[in-house]
Protein backbone atom coordinates (compact mmCIF):
# COMPACT_ATOMS: atom_id res chain seq x y z
CA UNK A 1 0.00 0.00 0.00
CA UNK A 2 2.61 2.20 0.61
CA UNK A 3 3.84 1.91 -2.87
CA UNK A 4 0.40 2.71 -4.04
CA UNK A 5 0.68 5.87 -1.91
CA UNK A 6 3.95 6.49 -3.97
CA UNK A 7 2.92 5.94 -6.96
CA UNK A 8 -0.40 8.61 -6.73
CA UNK A 9 1.77 11.30 -5.37
CA UNK A 10 4.24 10.60 -8.68
CA UNK A 11 1.66 10.92 -11.22
CA UNK A 12 -1.02 12.41 -9.43
CA UNK A 13 -4.60 11.69 -8.60
CA UNK A 14 -5.82 14.82 -10.21
CA UNK A 15 -4.05 13.93 -13.51
CA UNK A 16 -6.12 10.49 -13.19
CA UNK A 17 -9.24 12.74 -12.51
CA UNK A 18 -9.28 14.25 -15.37
CA UNK A 19 -8.54 11.55 -17.19
CA UNK A 20 -11.89 9.82 -16.25
CA UNK A 21 -13.70 13.25 -16.57
CA UNK A 22 -12.62 14.03 -19.85
CA UNK A 23 -14.13 10.40 -20.92
CA UNK A 24 -17.19 11.50 -19.07
CA UNK A 25 -17.40 14.64 -21.04
CA UNK A 26 -17.46 13.41 -24.20
CA UNK A 27 -20.75 13.16 -25.52
CA UNK A 28 -19.47 10.12 -28.38
CA UNK A 29 -17.88 7.90 -25.13
CA UNK A 30 -20.10 4.69 -25.86
CA UNK A 31 -18.55 3.33 -22.55
CA UNK A 32 -20.98 6.11 -20.76
CA UNK A 33 -23.87 6.20 -23.40
CA UNK A 34 -26.23 3.76 -25.41
CA UNK A 35 -26.41 6.81 -28.39
CA UNK A 36 -23.28 5.89 -30.31
CA UNK A 37 -25.54 2.69 -31.63
CA UNK A 38 -22.80 -0.13 -32.75
CA UNK A 39 -20.44 1.13 -30.79
CA UNK A 40 -22.27 0.12 -27.56
CA UNK A 41 -20.51 -3.37 -27.98
CA UNK A 42 -17.90 -1.76 -25.61
CA UNK A 43 -20.52 -0.74 -22.86
CA UNK A 44 -20.53 -3.35 -21.04
CA UNK A 45 -16.61 -3.94 -20.73
CA UNK A 46 -14.82 -2.23 -17.32
CA UNK A 47 -12.02 -0.50 -17.93
CA UNK A 48 -9.23 0.00 -15.18
CA UNK A 49 -5.80 0.56 -14.41
CA UNK A 50 -3.77 -0.55 -11.36
CA UNK A 51 -0.27 -0.30 -9.84
CA UNK A 52 2.24 -2.72 -9.65
CA UNK A 53 0.80 -3.84 -6.21
CA UNK A 54 -2.82 -4.29 -7.62
CA UNK A 55 -4.38 -1.14 -5.93
CA UNK A 56 -6.31 1.03 -8.20
CA UNK A 57 -5.00 3.97 -9.96
CA UNK A 58 -8.03 4.82 -12.71
CA UNK A 59 -11.12 3.55 -12.83
CA UNK A 60 -13.20 4.55 -16.16
CA UNK A 61 -17.11 4.94 -16.12
CA UNK A 62 -17.70 1.49 -17.61
CA UNK A 63 -16.25 -0.22 -14.15
CA UNK A 64 -18.41 2.38 -12.20
CA UNK A 65 -21.54 0.70 -13.86
CA UNK A 66 -20.48 -2.26 -14.03
CA UNK A 67 -19.58 -2.84 -10.44
CA UNK A 68 -21.31 0.01 -9.12
CA UNK A 69 -18.41 1.73 -7.22
CA UNK A 70 -17.68 5.40 -7.57
CA UNK A 71 -14.00 6.30 -8.59
CA UNK A 72 -13.39 8.07 -5.13
CA UNK A 73 -14.42 5.28 -3.42
CA UNK A 74 -11.75 2.36 -5.30
CA UNK A 75 -8.88 4.88 -5.97
CA UNK A 76 -6.09 3.58 -3.76
CA UNK A 77 -7.50 0.33 -2.64
CA UNK A 78 -6.39 -3.33 -3.86
CA UNK A 79 -8.11 -4.86 -6.86
CA UNK A 80 -8.98 -8.32 -4.37
CA UNK A 81 -11.73 -5.64 -3.09
CA UNK A 82 -13.72 -6.75 -6.05
CA UNK A 83 -13.78 -10.40 -5.83
CA UNK A 84 -14.84 -10.55 -2.24
CA UNK A 85 -13.65 -13.98 -1.44
CA UNK A 86 -9.87 -16.35 -0.99
CA UNK A 87 -8.82 -19.20 -1.98
CA UNK A 88 -7.61 -21.88 0.97
CA UNK A 89 -4.59 -20.89 1.17
CA UNK A 90 -5.42 -17.23 2.77
CA UNK A 91 -4.03 -15.58 -0.47
CA UNK A 92 -6.65 -13.43 -2.84
CA UNK A 93 -7.88 -14.63 -5.89
CA UNK A 94 -6.36 -11.35 -7.08
CA UNK A 95 -3.15 -11.59 -6.14
CA UNK A 96 -2.77 -14.90 -7.72
CA UNK A 97 -3.75 -13.63 -11.18
CA UNK A 98 -1.77 -10.51 -10.94
CA UNK A 99 1.79 -13.04 -10.23
CA UNK A 100 0.04 -14.85 -13.03
CA UNK A 101 0.40 -11.51 -14.98
CA UNK A 102 3.77 -10.48 -14.10
CA UNK A 103 5.06 -13.78 -14.80
CA UNK A 104 3.28 -13.80 -18.21
CA UNK A 105 2.76 -10.52 -19.33
CA UNK A 106 -0.64 -11.23 -20.56
CA UNK A 107 -3.61 -13.44 -18.90
CA UNK A 108 -7.41 -14.20 -19.42
CA UNK A 109 -9.50 -15.62 -16.47
CA UNK A 110 -12.85 -16.16 -15.35
CA UNK A 111 -14.11 -16.60 -11.94
CA UNK A 112 -17.16 -15.06 -9.47
CA UNK A 113 -16.41 -11.26 -8.92
CA UNK A 114 -18.66 -8.76 -6.37
CA UNK A 115 -20.26 -5.36 -7.14
CA UNK A 116 -20.86 -2.90 -4.15
CA UNK A 117 -24.36 -4.04 -3.54
CA UNK A 118 -23.33 -7.47 -2.73
CA UNK A 119 -24.65 -9.23 -5.93
CA UNK A 120 -22.18 -11.51 -7.98
CA UNK A 121 -21.41 -11.76 -11.17
CA UNK A 122 -19.29 -14.13 -13.49
CA UNK A 123 -16.09 -11.91 -14.41
CA UNK A 124 -14.50 -12.53 -18.09
CA UNK A 125 -11.03 -10.61 -17.20
CA UNK A 126 -8.33 -10.21 -19.70
CA UNK A 127 -5.19 -8.33 -17.74
CA UNK A 128 -2.07 -6.93 -18.94
CA UNK A 129 1.11 -6.22 -17.30
CA UNK A 130 2.53 -2.45 -17.96
CA UNK A 131 6.60 -2.35 -18.16
CA UNK A 132 8.85 0.33 -18.96
CA UNK A 133 11.70 0.59 -21.65
CA UNK A 134 13.75 -0.92 -18.96
CA UNK A 135 11.32 -3.76 -18.25
CA UNK A 136 10.05 -2.56 -14.51
CA UNK A 137 6.58 -3.12 -13.85
CA UNK A 138 4.52 -0.02 -13.56
CA UNK A 139 1.31 -1.81 -13.74
CA UNK A 140 -1.80 -3.48 -15.01
CA UNK A 141 -4.72 -2.41 -17.04
CA UNK A 142 -7.86 -4.87 -17.11
CA UNK A 143 -10.79 -5.36 -19.28
CA UNK A 144 -13.73 -6.77 -17.59
CA UNK A 145 -16.98 -8.37 -18.62
CA UNK A 146 -20.01 -9.70 -17.05
CA UNK A 147 -20.37 -13.24 -18.45
CA UNK A 148 -23.22 -14.51 -16.06
CA UNK A 149 -25.79 -15.07 -18.96
CA UNK A 150 -23.21 -17.51 -20.61
CA UNK A 151 -21.90 -19.20 -17.54
CA UNK A 152 -25.59 -20.09 -16.48
CA UNK A 153 -26.23 -21.50 -19.84
CA UNK A 154 -22.81 -23.44 -19.88
CA UNK A 155 -23.65 -24.89 -16.15
CA UNK A 156 -27.14 -26.08 -17.57
CA UNK A 157 -25.63 -27.74 -20.68
CA UNK A 158 -23.36 -29.21 -18.36
CA UNK A 159 -26.01 -30.68 -16.31
CA UNK A 160 -28.48 -31.46 -18.86
CA UNK A 161 -25.63 -32.96 -21.39
CA UNK A 162 -22.84 -36.32 -20.85
CA UNK A 163 -20.19 -35.66 -19.46
CA UNK A 164 -18.28 -36.38 -22.71
CA UNK A 165 -19.46 -33.65 -25.00
CA UNK A 166 -17.77 -30.62 -25.26
CA UNK A 167 -18.92 -27.39 -24.39
CA UNK A 168 -17.97 -24.61 -27.10
CA UNK A 169 -14.72 -22.70 -26.11
CA UNK A 170 -15.17 -19.78 -24.19
CA UNK A 171 -14.34 -16.72 -26.70
CA UNK A 172 -12.33 -13.64 -25.01
CA UNK A 173 -13.05 -11.22 -28.01
CA UNK A 174 -11.37 -8.19 -26.32
CA UNK A 175 -7.91 -8.07 -27.86
CA UNK A 176 -5.48 -5.92 -26.37
CA UNK A 177 -2.22 -3.82 -27.73
CA UNK A 178 0.46 -2.22 -25.14
CA UNK A 179 3.73 0.00 -26.78
CA UNK A 180 4.08 2.71 -28.17
CA UNK A 181 1.71 3.98 -31.10
CA UNK A 182 1.84 1.90 -34.02
CA UNK A 183 4.37 -0.42 -32.67
CA UNK A 184 3.17 -3.86 -30.90
CA UNK A 185 5.71 -4.75 -28.87
CA UNK A 186 3.14 -6.37 -26.65
CA UNK A 187 -0.40 -8.01 -27.16
CA UNK A 188 -2.38 -10.45 -25.79
CA UNK A 189 -3.75 -14.42 -27.38
CA UNK A 190 -7.02 -13.15 -28.32
CA UNK A 191 -5.38 -10.51 -30.55
CA UNK A 192 -3.17 -12.96 -32.39
CA UNK A 193 -6.26 -15.25 -32.49
CA UNK A 194 -8.30 -12.25 -34.27
CA UNK A 195 -5.33 -11.41 -36.90
CA UNK A 196 -4.28 -14.78 -37.17
CA UNK A 197 -0.45 -14.56 -36.46
CA UNK A 198 1.69 -16.16 -34.12
CA UNK A 199 3.66 -14.99 -30.94
CA UNK A 200 6.89 -15.54 -32.87
CA UNK A 201 5.61 -12.93 -35.15
CA UNK A 202 5.58 -10.28 -32.72
CA UNK A 203 9.01 -11.07 -31.60
CA UNK A 204 11.14 -10.66 -34.84
CA UNK A 205 9.47 -7.26 -35.43
CA UNK A 206 7.48 -8.96 -38.34
CA UNK A 207 4.28 -7.36 -37.47
CA UNK A 208 3.64 -3.63 -37.77
CA UNK A 209 0.27 -1.71 -36.53
CA UNK A 210 0.44 0.10 -40.08
CA UNK A 211 0.69 -3.65 -42.27
CA UNK A 212 -2.77 -4.32 -40.33
CA UNK A 213 -4.38 -1.11 -41.32
CA UNK A 214 -6.10 -0.49 -44.73
CA UNK A 215 -4.91 2.71 -46.40
CA UNK A 216 -8.35 4.13 -45.95
CA UNK A 217 -8.31 3.76 -42.42
CA UNK A 218 -5.00 4.83 -41.33
CA UNK A 219 -6.78 8.54 -41.21
CA UNK A 220 -8.94 6.89 -38.22
CA UNK A 221 -5.69 5.73 -36.20
CA UNK A 222 -4.09 9.23 -36.83
CA UNK A 223 -7.11 11.04 -35.12
CA UNK A 224 -7.69 8.81 -32.37
CA UNK A 225 -3.89 8.97 -31.44
CA UNK A 226 -4.43 12.78 -31.34
CA UNK A 227 -7.41 12.47 -29.53
CA UNK A 228 -5.67 10.09 -26.80
CA UNK A 229 -2.81 12.27 -26.43
CA UNK A 230 -5.12 15.72 -25.89
CA UNK A 231 -7.52 13.79 -23.87
CA UNK A 232 -6.29 11.04 -22.43
CA UNK A 233 -8.24 8.56 -23.86
CA UNK A 234 -10.03 8.25 -27.45
CA UNK A 235 -13.25 8.44 -28.93
CA UNK A 236 -13.89 4.31 -29.89
CA UNK A 237 -14.14 3.78 -33.71
CA UNK A 238 -14.67 1.25 -36.30
CA UNK A 239 -12.23 0.11 -38.55
CA UNK A 240 -10.89 -3.11 -40.46
CA UNK A 241 -8.09 -4.98 -40.11
CA UNK A 242 -6.02 -7.35 -42.32
CA UNK A 243 -5.05 -10.68 -41.34
CA UNK A 244 -2.42 -12.49 -42.28
CA UNK A 245 -4.42 -14.42 -44.95
CA UNK A 246 -5.57 -11.53 -46.44
CA UNK A 247 -8.99 -11.81 -45.19
CA UNK A 248 -10.42 -8.65 -43.58
CA UNK A 249 -11.82 -8.13 -40.22
CA UNK A 250 -14.06 -5.41 -38.87
CA UNK A 251 -13.17 -4.15 -34.82
CA UNK A 252 -13.58 -1.53 -32.49
CA UNK A 253 -10.74 0.37 -31.20
CA UNK A 254 -10.26 2.72 -28.08
CA UNK A 255 -7.09 3.62 -27.50
CA UNK A 256 -5.47 5.37 -24.04
CA UNK A 257 -2.71 7.47 -23.60
CA UNK A 258 -0.95 5.93 -20.23
CA UNK A 259 -0.08 8.33 -17.53
CA UNK A 260 2.00 5.96 -15.29
CA UNK A 261 4.47 4.57 -18.78
CA UNK A 262 4.95 8.15 -20.36
CA UNK A 263 4.47 8.36 -24.41
CA UNK A 264 3.09 4.77 -24.24
CA UNK A 265 -0.40 3.36 -24.93
CA UNK A 266 -3.23 0.45 -24.60
CA UNK A 267 -5.70 -0.19 -27.10
CA UNK A 268 -8.77 -2.48 -26.73
CA UNK A 269 -10.46 -4.32 -29.59
CA UNK A 270 -13.35 -5.88 -30.15
CA UNK A 271 -14.19 -7.28 -33.41
CA UNK A 272 -17.84 -6.39 -33.88
CA UNK A 273 -20.37 -7.54 -36.54
CA UNK A 274 -19.54 -11.47 -35.36
CA UNK A 275 -22.98 -12.85 -34.46
CA UNK A 276 -23.20 -14.83 -31.26
CA UNK A 277 -23.11 -18.56 -31.58
CA UNK A 278 -26.38 -20.24 -31.31
CA UNK A 279 -27.44 -21.57 -27.91
CA UNK A 280 -28.84 -25.24 -27.72
CA UNK A 281 -32.31 -25.10 -26.15
CA UNK A 282 -33.06 -27.37 -23.50
CA UNK A 283 -35.38 -30.36 -24.30
CA UNK A 284 -38.48 -28.93 -22.37
CA UNK A 285 -37.83 -25.52 -23.91
CA UNK A 286 -40.77 -24.03 -25.83
CA UNK A 287 -40.06 -23.90 -29.54
CA UNK A 288 -38.91 -20.93 -31.08
CA UNK A 289 -41.16 -19.67 -34.22
CA UNK A 290 -39.11 -18.30 -37.41
CA UNK A 291 -39.27 -14.56 -37.07
CA UNK A 292 -39.22 -13.88 -33.35
CA UNK A 293 -38.04 -10.81 -32.03
CA UNK A 294 -35.36 -11.71 -29.04
CA UNK A 295 -35.47 -8.09 -27.64
CA UNK A 296 -39.43 -7.01 -28.47
CA UNK A 297 -41.46 -8.42 -26.13
CA UNK A 298 -45.12 -9.83 -26.88
CA UNK A 299 -47.52 -11.78 -28.64
CA UNK A 300 -50.19 -8.86 -29.33
CA UNK A 301 -51.36 -8.53 -32.78
CA UNK A 302 -50.71 -5.36 -33.26
CA UNK A 303 -47.09 -5.86 -31.88
CA UNK A 304 -46.59 -9.06 -35.04
CA UNK A 305 -48.15 -6.99 -37.19
CA UNK A 306 -45.78 -4.12 -36.30
CA UNK A 307 -42.83 -7.06 -36.68
CA UNK A 308 -43.81 -8.12 -39.94
CA UNK A 309 -43.63 -4.74 -41.43
CA UNK A 310 -40.07 -5.10 -39.71
CA UNK A 311 -39.41 -8.40 -41.35
CA UNK A 312 -40.58 -6.73 -44.97
CA UNK A 313 -37.89 -3.73 -45.22
CA UNK A 314 -35.42 -5.30 -43.62
CA UNK A 315 -33.87 -6.53 -46.76
CA UNK A 316 -34.05 -3.42 -48.40
CA UNK A 317 -32.11 0.05 -47.96
CA UNK A 318 -35.24 1.65 -47.71
CA UNK A 319 -35.31 4.86 -45.49
CA UNK A 320 -37.78 4.01 -42.91
CA UNK A 321 -39.51 6.32 -40.24
CA UNK A 322 -40.41 5.09 -36.72
CA UNK A 323 -43.64 7.14 -35.35
CA UNK A 324 -45.50 5.98 -31.75
CA UNK A 325 -45.51 7.80 -28.51
CA UNK A 326 -42.62 8.09 -25.99
CA UNK A 327 -41.30 5.00 -24.84
CA UNK A 328 -42.48 2.72 -27.36
CA UNK A 329 -38.84 1.36 -28.40
CA UNK A 330 -38.72 3.35 -31.63
CA UNK A 331 -35.01 2.43 -30.97
CA UNK A 332 -35.94 -1.17 -30.66
CA UNK A 333 -37.24 -0.73 -34.04
CA UNK A 334 -34.39 0.80 -35.74
CA UNK A 335 -31.62 -1.77 -34.12
CA UNK A 336 -34.43 -5.02 -35.39
CA UNK A 337 -33.96 -3.39 -39.01
CA UNK A 338 -30.58 -2.84 -39.00
CA UNK A 339 -29.72 -6.26 -37.70
CA UNK A 340 -32.00 -7.77 -40.28
CA UNK A 341 -30.42 -6.42 -43.18
CA UNK A 342 -27.50 -6.57 -45.41
CA UNK A 343 -25.42 -4.04 -43.51
CA UNK A 344 -25.74 -5.64 -39.72
CA UNK A 345 -22.19 -6.16 -39.92
CA UNK A 346 -21.51 -2.42 -39.97
CA UNK A 347 -22.15 0.31 -37.93
CA UNK A 348 -24.98 1.14 -36.38
CA UNK A 349 -24.62 4.69 -35.20
CA UNK A 350 -27.41 6.17 -33.40
CA UNK A 351 -28.02 10.30 -32.52
CA UNK A 352 -30.66 11.80 -30.42
CA UNK A 353 -31.76 14.98 -31.97
CA UNK A 354 -33.04 16.69 -28.96
CA UNK A 355 -30.40 15.98 -26.22
CA UNK A 356 -27.46 17.97 -28.67
CA UNK A 357 -28.08 21.88 -28.50
CA UNK A 358 -28.87 22.90 -31.90
CA UNK A 359 -25.73 24.91 -32.32
CA UNK A 360 -24.00 22.10 -31.64
CA UNK A 361 -26.24 19.61 -34.12
CA UNK A 362 -24.64 20.51 -37.48
CA UNK A 363 -21.36 19.15 -36.19
CA UNK A 364 -22.38 16.31 -34.81
CA UNK A 365 -24.10 15.25 -37.73
CA UNK A 366 -21.50 16.32 -40.32
CA UNK A 367 -18.52 16.84 -38.41
CA UNK A 368 -15.91 19.62 -39.09
CA UNK A 369 -12.39 20.84 -39.82
CA UNK A 370 -9.62 21.39 -37.96
CA UNK A 371 -9.95 25.76 -37.51
CA UNK A 372 -13.27 25.59 -38.81
CA UNK A 373 -14.53 27.37 -35.70
CA UNK A 374 -13.14 28.75 -32.22
CA UNK A 375 -12.12 25.36 -30.32
CA UNK A 376 -11.74 23.61 -33.47
CA UNK A 377 -8.28 22.31 -32.53
CA UNK A 378 -8.38 18.57 -34.40
CA UNK A 379 -10.30 17.11 -37.27
CA UNK A 380 -13.39 15.66 -36.10
CA UNK A 381 -15.48 12.96 -37.98
CA UNK A 382 -20.10 13.13 -37.84
CA UNK A 383 -22.31 10.23 -36.97
CA UNK A 384 -22.72 10.09 -41.02
CA UNK A 385 -19.35 9.32 -41.66
CA UNK A 386 -19.25 6.95 -38.37
CA UNK A 387 -22.34 5.22 -40.31
CA UNK A 388 -20.60 5.04 -43.46
CA UNK A 389 -21.29 1.27 -44.95
CA UNK A 390 -24.03 0.70 -42.06
CA UNK A 391 -27.50 2.38 -40.59
CA UNK A 392 -27.85 5.76 -38.94
CA UNK A 393 -30.57 5.85 -36.65
CA UNK A 394 -31.73 9.66 -35.96
CA UNK A 395 -34.35 9.80 -32.98
CA UNK A 396 -36.11 12.83 -31.87
CA UNK A 397 -35.93 13.84 -36.16
CA UNK A 398 -38.66 16.48 -35.45
CA UNK A 399 -36.51 18.66 -33.46
CA UNK A 400 -33.49 19.27 -35.84
CA UNK A 401 -33.80 22.90 -36.78
CA UNK A 402 -35.52 24.29 -40.07
CA UNK A 403 -32.21 26.08 -40.83
CA UNK A 404 -30.16 22.71 -41.04
CA UNK A 405 -32.85 20.64 -42.65
CA UNK A 406 -31.90 21.32 -46.32
CA UNK A 407 -28.48 20.17 -45.66
CA UNK A 408 -29.59 16.84 -44.31
CA UNK A 409 -31.56 16.81 -47.22
CA UNK A 410 -29.22 16.88 -49.72
CA UNK A 411 -27.12 14.32 -47.96
CA UNK A 412 -29.45 11.88 -48.01
CA UNK A 413 -30.54 12.37 -51.51
CA UNK A 414 -26.79 13.03 -52.90
CA UNK A 415 -25.68 10.42 -50.70
CA UNK A 416 -22.73 13.20 -50.05
CA UNK A 417 -21.66 16.08 -47.85
CA UNK A 418 -19.04 18.37 -46.38
CA UNK A 419 -17.52 18.68 -43.04
CA UNK A 420 -18.04 21.91 -41.34
CA UNK A 421 -15.65 24.69 -42.39
CA UNK A 422 -14.45 21.79 -45.37
CA UNK A 423 -14.65 21.86 -49.17
CA UNK A 424 -14.17 18.06 -49.63
CA UNK A 425 -17.51 16.31 -50.81
CA UNK A 426 -17.48 13.35 -48.77
CA UNK A 427 -19.19 10.75 -50.21
CA UNK A 428 -21.29 7.94 -47.96
CA UNK A 429 -22.96 4.68 -48.09
CA UNK A 430 -25.61 5.02 -44.94
CA UNK A 431 -29.10 3.65 -44.73
CA UNK A 432 -31.69 6.22 -42.47
CA UNK A 433 -33.80 5.26 -39.93
CA UNK A 434 -35.74 8.23 -38.13
CA UNK A 435 -37.88 8.32 -35.10
CA UNK A 436 -40.06 10.75 -33.75
CA UNK A 437 -42.64 11.02 -31.46
CA UNK A 438 -44.21 14.56 -32.56
CA UNK A 439 -46.65 15.38 -35.68
CA UNK A 440 -44.86 16.29 -38.38
CA UNK A 441 -47.45 16.92 -40.73
CA UNK A 442 -48.76 19.49 -38.20
CA UNK A 443 -45.30 20.65 -38.00
CA UNK A 444 -45.01 21.13 -41.97
CA UNK A 445 -48.29 22.71 -41.56
CA UNK A 446 -46.76 25.33 -38.56
CA UNK A 447 -43.44 26.24 -41.10
CA UNK A 448 -41.43 24.59 -38.45
CA UNK A 449 -40.99 20.86 -40.90
CA UNK A 450 -40.16 20.63 -44.15
CA UNK A 451 -42.37 18.73 -46.87
CA UNK A 452 -39.68 17.79 -48.70
CA UNK A 453 -37.80 16.36 -45.90
CA UNK A 454 -40.25 14.84 -44.61
CA UNK A 455 -41.67 13.08 -47.89
CA UNK A 456 -37.94 11.82 -48.29
CA UNK A 457 -38.37 10.00 -44.71
CA UNK A 458 -41.43 9.10 -45.02
CA UNK A 459 -40.99 6.39 -47.56
CA UNK A 460 -41.96 3.33 -45.45
CA UNK A 461 -43.20 4.54 -42.47
CA UNK A 462 -43.85 2.13 -39.47
CA UNK A 463 -45.95 2.87 -35.94
CA UNK A 464 -45.55 1.47 -32.85
CA UNK A 465 -47.84 0.53 -31.06
CA UNK A 466 -48.85 2.33 -27.27
CA UNK A 467 -48.54 -0.50 -24.44
CA UNK A 468 -52.36 0.40 -23.57
CA UNK A 469 -53.42 -0.87 -27.28
CA UNK A 470 -52.02 -4.10 -26.44
CA UNK A 471 -52.99 -4.79 -22.67
CA UNK A 472 -52.19 -8.86 -23.14
CA UNK A 473 -48.35 -7.91 -23.65
CA UNK A 474 -47.91 -6.31 -20.07
CA UNK A 475 -47.23 -9.60 -18.09
CA UNK A 476 -45.23 -10.70 -20.33
CA UNK A 477 -43.17 -7.44 -20.12
CA UNK A 478 -43.95 -7.27 -16.36
CA UNK A 479 -41.91 -10.73 -15.90
CA UNK A 480 -39.08 -9.93 -18.39
CA UNK A 481 -38.30 -6.48 -16.65
CA UNK A 482 -38.93 -8.20 -13.47
CA UNK A 483 -36.14 -11.29 -14.17
CA UNK A 484 -33.59 -8.47 -15.62
CA UNK A 485 -33.08 -6.30 -12.85
CA UNK A 486 -34.04 -9.18 -10.03
CA UNK A 487 -30.56 -10.19 -12.18
CA UNK A 488 -29.23 -7.41 -11.75
CA UNK A 489 -29.69 -6.84 -7.98
CA UNK A 490 -29.41 -9.96 -6.79
CA UNK A 491 -33.03 -10.89 -5.79
CA UNK A 492 -34.70 -13.83 -6.14
CA UNK A 493 -38.37 -13.01 -7.25
CA UNK A 494 -40.27 -15.30 -8.72
CA UNK A 495 -43.83 -14.55 -8.51
CA UNK A 496 -46.20 -11.26 -9.57
CA UNK A 497 -49.00 -10.99 -7.02
CA UNK A 498 -52.60 -11.16 -8.94
CA UNK A 499 -53.50 -8.24 -7.20
CA UNK A 500 -50.31 -6.62 -8.61
CA UNK A 501 -51.04 -7.72 -12.18
CA UNK A 502 -54.57 -6.79 -12.10
CA UNK A 503 -53.89 -3.10 -11.21
CA UNK A 504 -50.55 -2.89 -14.05
CA UNK A 505 -53.26 -4.49 -16.77
CA UNK A 506 -55.55 -2.18 -15.68
CA UNK A 507 -53.26 0.88 -16.28
CA UNK A 508 -53.28 3.61 -19.36
CA UNK A 509 -49.56 3.84 -19.35
CA UNK A 510 -48.76 6.82 -20.78
CA UNK A 511 -45.13 6.32 -20.42
CA UNK A 512 -45.73 3.39 -22.49
CA UNK A 513 -43.49 0.05 -22.01
CA UNK A 514 -40.68 2.88 -20.38
CA UNK A 515 -43.04 3.99 -17.77
CA UNK A 516 -43.63 -0.03 -17.23
CA UNK A 517 -39.84 -0.61 -16.91
CA UNK A 518 -39.10 1.95 -14.86
CA UNK A 519 -42.38 0.68 -12.44
CA UNK A 520 -40.66 -2.75 -11.90
CA UNK A 521 -37.39 -1.74 -11.67
CA UNK A 522 -38.81 0.34 -8.11
CA UNK A 523 -40.38 -2.56 -7.08
CA UNK A 524 -37.53 -4.77 -7.85
CA UNK A 525 -35.94 -2.06 -5.06
CA UNK A 526 -38.88 -2.18 -2.63
CA UNK A 527 -39.31 -5.72 -2.82
CA UNK A 528 -37.43 -8.28 -0.13
CA UNK A 529 -39.04 -11.65 -0.71
CA UNK A 530 -40.13 -13.76 -3.87
CA UNK A 531 -43.28 -11.90 -5.06
CA UNK A 532 -42.96 -8.38 -6.24
CA UNK A 533 -43.95 -5.78 -4.02
CA UNK A 534 -45.05 -3.04 -5.68
CA UNK A 535 -46.29 0.55 -5.02
CA UNK A 536 -49.53 0.14 -6.55
CA UNK A 537 -50.78 3.66 -5.22
CA UNK A 538 -48.62 4.72 -8.25
CA UNK A 539 -50.64 3.48 -10.80
CA UNK A 540 -53.76 3.66 -9.53
CA UNK A 541 -54.25 7.29 -9.12
CA UNK A 542 -53.97 7.11 -5.15
CA UNK A 543 -50.92 9.73 -4.58
CA UNK A 544 -51.96 11.54 -1.17
CA UNK A 545 -52.34 15.17 -1.48
CA UNK A 546 -51.20 17.72 1.37
CA UNK A 547 -54.24 18.73 2.56
CA UNK A 548 -56.21 16.32 1.27
CA UNK A 549 -57.32 18.98 -2.09
CA UNK A 550 -55.43 18.91 -5.10
CA UNK A 551 -54.37 22.68 -6.34
CA UNK A 552 -53.31 23.75 -9.53
CA UNK A 553 -50.38 24.10 -8.94
CA UNK A 554 -49.84 20.80 -7.83
CA UNK A 555 -51.03 19.49 -10.90
CA UNK A 556 -48.71 21.23 -12.73
CA UNK A 557 -45.76 19.66 -10.70
CA UNK A 558 -46.93 16.72 -10.92
CA UNK A 559 -46.83 17.26 -14.76
CA UNK A 560 -43.60 18.71 -15.12
CA UNK A 561 -41.74 15.91 -13.15
CA UNK A 562 -43.68 13.58 -14.69
CA UNK A 563 -42.84 14.66 -18.69
CA UNK A 564 -39.29 15.26 -17.27
CA UNK A 565 -38.97 11.78 -16.16
CA UNK A 566 -40.73 10.47 -19.41
CA UNK A 567 -38.26 12.43 -21.24
CA UNK A 568 -34.84 10.95 -20.07
CA UNK A 569 -34.05 14.07 -18.32
CA UNK A 570 -33.52 15.85 -20.96
CA UNK A 571 -34.44 19.98 -20.16
CA UNK A 572 -35.13 20.92 -24.31
CA UNK A 573 -37.16 17.78 -24.68
CA UNK A 574 -39.25 18.66 -22.22
CA UNK A 575 -39.55 22.11 -22.87
CA UNK A 576 -40.50 21.05 -26.65
CA UNK A 577 -42.89 18.52 -25.42
CA UNK A 578 -44.68 20.89 -23.24
CA UNK A 579 -44.93 23.89 -25.39
CA UNK A 580 -42.91 26.00 -23.44
CA UNK A 581 -39.64 27.41 -24.12
CA UNK A 582 -36.64 26.54 -22.52
CA UNK A 583 -36.12 29.43 -20.04
CA UNK A 584 -40.01 29.46 -19.09
CA UNK A 585 -39.78 25.98 -17.80
CA UNK A 586 -36.75 27.00 -15.96
CA UNK A 587 -38.52 29.06 -14.38
CA UNK A 588 -41.91 27.23 -13.46
CA UNK A 589 -39.87 24.80 -12.03
CA UNK A 590 -37.94 27.52 -10.03
CA UNK A 591 -41.41 29.00 -8.92
CA UNK A 592 -42.93 25.67 -8.43
CA UNK A 593 -39.62 24.19 -6.09
CA UNK A 594 -38.63 21.23 -8.27
CA UNK A 595 -35.43 20.61 -7.89
CA UNK A 596 -32.82 18.21 -9.44
CA UNK A 597 -33.55 15.71 -6.76
CA UNK A 598 -37.56 15.40 -7.48
CA UNK A 599 -36.33 14.60 -11.23
CA UNK A 600 -34.29 11.76 -10.00
CA UNK A 601 -36.46 10.21 -7.38
Request: charged share 30%.
Amino acid sequence: MLQATIWLEKYGPQELAALCSSIASNPFSPILTEEVGSLHTIRDCALCLLDEEGCIAAWYPGAEELYGYASAEVIGRHVSLLYGVKDSNGRSVADVELARVRDERHAGSETWQTRKNGSRFWANSITMALRDEDGYLRGFARAVRDFSERHERDEKLRHSRDAEKQLPKASQDVGTIYGKPGQLPEVNDAFLELVGYKREDIGSGQLQWQELTPEEFSSFDDIAHEEALRFGVSVPYEKELIRKNGDRVRVLVATAVLRLCPFESISFIRQVGVPEPPEEEEEDAAPTKPGDFAEIVGASPPLRRMEREIEMVSPTDTTVLVLGETGTGKELVARAIHMRSGRRNMPFVTLNCAAIPTGLLESELFGYERGAFTGALQQKIGRFEMAHRGTLFLDEVGDIPIDLQPKLLRALQEKSFERLGGKKTIMIDVRLVAATNRNLTQMMGDKLFRSDLYYRLRVFPITTPALRDRPGDIPLLARFFMKKYGGKMGKDIETIPAETMAAMVAWQWPGNVRELENFIERSVILSRGPALRAPLQEIRGETPQPGGNTTLEQVEREHIIRTFRECNGVVTATATRLGLHRTTLNAMMRKLGITRKDLLT
